[in-house]
């Protein structure tokens, strides 16, 4: 059950929805420029990609728990 200091808008499913679409877009998008870096043949340049796919990563799985919540109790 949350406790009452959780603001409104990591209780409303549909605006954590979209936040996390967004940050998800984010790591396909950064994971998929790492990825045409390595093929290309610059590994060393694919690395910063990856380092910046962890970020919003973290977040997604961080944002996940409160949407899961959220969706249990229906909001």
């Known amino acids: ?16 929805g979209v936040f996390m679409a967004l940050l998800g877009g984010g790591v396909v998008l ?12 610059s590994v060393s340049d694919a690395i910063p990609y990856l380092v ?13 728990r409160y949407w899961l919540r959220a969706s249990r109790e229906g909001r």
């Open 1 to 16: 059950m949350q406790n009452e200091t959780t603001p409104e808008i990591l209780r409303n499913r549909t605006a954590l």
């Open 52 to 64: 910046f796919a962890i970020v919003p990563a973290g977040c997604f799985i961080f944002f996940l």
């Open 30 to 41: 950064q994971l998929g420029v790492a990825l045409l870096q390595v093929l290309d043949g």
